[in-house]
């Protein structure tokens, strides 16, 4: 795992601590799979509009774009 996907993970990680929030209340409210969020955390792989709806759901900046 590249140090750039553990600084992300980290972060969405805490955000869902901060918000009483579990991976597969994410998913349910982003509307995928709880698989597609632990894919999206383990690895890095979504599509865009899934992390752009994470990223809604957490109320962060989408920390996937690039600067």
């Given at each position: 795992m590249s140090n750039e996907l553990r600084v992300i993970k980290a972060q969405v990680k805490s955000r869902l601590?901060?918000?009483g929030m579990t991976q597969t209340e994410l998913a349910d409210?982003?509307?995928v799979a709880k698989s597609v969020i632990s894919?999206?955390?383990t690895y890095g792989k979504a599509s865009d509009m899934v992390k752009?709806?994470?990223s809604a759901a957490l109320e962060i900046k989408n920390p996937w774009l690039r600067n």
């Open positions: 601590i901060e918000l409210m982003v509307g894919d999206l955390l752009e709806k994470v």
